[in-house]
């Protein structure tokens, strides 16, 4: 049955809900959520205390909510920028992650996040690690697949399975050949339909080729804008942009009727990221990506812009100068995401799931 959580980020044990995880985990059920994903779990618990995530365990029993967590990245490239990890295994970044396993499986939480990047804030291309300058993207795929392949021995041994994200660095074509390499029993996809027009990806087709892979989420709707060099995807709450919600979730619950639905929300930005199919670099980094594939994301950008004229959507300065408030965010995309999801019961597509604050 589909249960609907929120992905939740932390930063030296409080988050932008909650001054701990305790409160935070209040604040997502007040909000009406029934789940929550801790990313990153050495984040919310970065002494890893086994009472206090002792305690959070039970409190979620209590309250009948699941619980999913967020490990560290996975692209030997990066994983520099995530020290604590290394820490945590006595300087092996290796032994800090199999660390992490255990404990996910310790509390029965075997769908974990990953991914294979961060974005940094820096302008056009160089912000996403696909076109880092220093090692090719090839290399960071093939230096992935070996960590995996480290990792999997004690992921089959703890019955976990990482999910990559549809992260804004990586296409679905490349997650799957992942899988396809490590195993679909230790690796599967976390899918976040806003990121995938960022790699020049079609969200129906991209959705519907990691949909048999896909064990968890991060969903949030988005909008393509016409920019300065290209084109610039920005967030939006689930139902207020550009995607065909009814579409994806009935190619996602035919494929995992039993999912755990998780949303991910975001407050005071809209996270701009550019797509500049007019750089020399785009294409080549791109080979799955077909000019119709291009034809249709301009379509999307020129749907913007009627929509801006409209005064439907907002437009690209008002996109830029204004973030939405976190909650919100949250509380605006789990009400859409729920009727949409009584939409599709009531067509007979799936098992409602009873709201228990209702």
């Given at each position: 049955m589909?249960r609907?959580?929120?992905?939740?980020?932390?930063?030296?044990?409080s988050?932008?809900?909650?001054?701990?995880?305790?409160?935070?985990?209040?604040?997502?059920?007040?909000?009406?959520?029934?789940g929550?994903?801790?990313?990153?779990?050495?984040?919310?618990?970065?002494?890893?205390?086994?009472?206090?995530?002792?305690?959070?365990?039970?409190?979620?029993?209590e309250?009948?909510?699941?619980?999913?967590?967020?490990?560290?990245?996975?692209?030997?490239?990066?994983?520099?920028?995530?020290?604590?990890?290394?820490?945590?295994?006595?300087?092996?970044y290796?032994a800090?992650?199999?660390?992490?396993?255990?404990?996910?499986?310790?509390?029965?939480?075997?769908?974990?996040?990953?991914?294979?990047?961060?974005?940094k804030?820096?302008?056009?291309?160089?912000?996403?690690?696909?076109?880092?300058?220093?090692?090719?993207?090839?290399?960071?795929?093939?230096?992935?697949?070996?960590?995996?392949?480290?990792?999997?021995?004690?992921?089959?041994?703890?019955?976990?399975?990482l999910?990559?994200?549809?992260?804004?660095?990586?296409?679905?074509?490349?997650?799957?050949?992942?899988?396809?390499?490590?195993?679909?029993?230790?690796?599967?996809?976390?899918?976040?339909?806003a990121?995938?027009?960022?790699?020049?990806?079609?969200?129906?087709?991209?959705?519907?080729?990691?949909?048999?892979?896909?064990?968890?989420?991060h969903?949030?709707?988005?909008?393509?804008?016409?920019?300065?060099?290209?084109?610039?995807?920005?967030?939006m709450?689930?139902?207020?942009?550009?995607?065909?919600?009814?579409?994806?979730?009935?190619?996602?619950?035919?494929?995992?009727?039993?999912?755990d639905l998780?949303?991910?929300?975001?407050?005071?930005?809209?996270?701009e990221?550019?797509?500049?199919p007019?750089?020399?670099?785009?294409?080549?980094?791109?080979?799955?990506?077909?000019?119709?594939?291009?034809?249709?994301?301009?379509?999307?950008?020129?749907?913007?812009?009627?929509?801006?004229?409209?005064?439907?959507?907002?437009?690209?300065?008002?996109?830029?100068?204004?973030?939405?408030?976190?909650?919100?965010?949250?509380?605006?995309?789990?009400?859409?995401?729920?009727?949409?999801?009584?939409?599709l019961?009531?067509?007979?597509e799936?098992?409602?799931?009873?709201?228990?604050?209702?």
């Open positions: 589909t609907i959580g929120a992905d939740v980020k932390f930063s030296g044990g988050s932008l809900l909650g001054a701990d995880p305790l409160a935070t985990l209040d604040a997502v059920a007040g909000l009406g959520f029934e929550i994903l801790v990313r990153t779990v050495d984040e919310a618990f970065p002494e890893l205390d086994p009472g206090a995530i002792g305690a959070f365990a039970q409190a979620a029993r309250r009948g909510m699941f619980v999913q967590l967020g490990l560290g990245k996975v692209n030997p490239y990066m994983t520099a920028e995530l020290p604590r990890i290394r820490d945590l295994g006595c300087g092996s290796l800090g992650m199999e660390r992490l396993i255990r404990l996910c499986a310790e509390h029965g939480w075997t769908e974990v996040w990953t991914a294979t990047g961060g974005f804030a820096y302008p056009g291309l160089l912000g996403f690690d696909r076109f880092r300058t220093d090692v090719d993207w090839d290399d960071q795929l093939a230096a992935t697949r070996d960590f995996l392949l480290s990792l999997a021995p004690v992921l089959r041994e703890y019955g976990v399975r999910n990559l994200e549809t992260h804004e660095e990586i296409t679905t074509f490349e997650i799957l050949g992942l899988i396809d390499r490590v195993g679909p029993d230790v690796l599967g996809v976390c899918l976040d339909p990121n995938l027009v960022v790699r020049g990806e079609l969200i129906g087709p991209a959705v519907a080729r990691a949909a048999p892979y896909t064990h968890m989420t969903l949030r709707d988005a909008v393509l804008a016409e920019a300065e060099q290209g084109l610039s995807r920005f967030l709450p689930i139902g207020r942009g550009m995607t065909d919600w009814p579409q994806l979730l009935d190619t996602l619950l035919a494929a995992q009727p039993e999912i998780v949303i991910e929300g975001v407050g005071g930005t809209r996270a990221m550019s797509l500049l007019d750089d020399p670099r785009w294409w080549p980094a791109h080979p799955d990506m077909t000019w119709p594939d291009l034809e249709e994301l301009r379509s999307l950008a020129a749907l913007h812009a009627a929509n801006a004229a409209a005064g439907l959507w907002p437009g690209l300065d008002e996109l830029r100068r204004s973030g939405p408030d976190l909650r919100a965010f949250l509380g605006e995309s789990l009400a859409e995401l729920r009727a949409l999801l009584e939409t019961a009531s067509e007979g799936l098992t409602p799931c009873p709201n228990p604050r209702s």
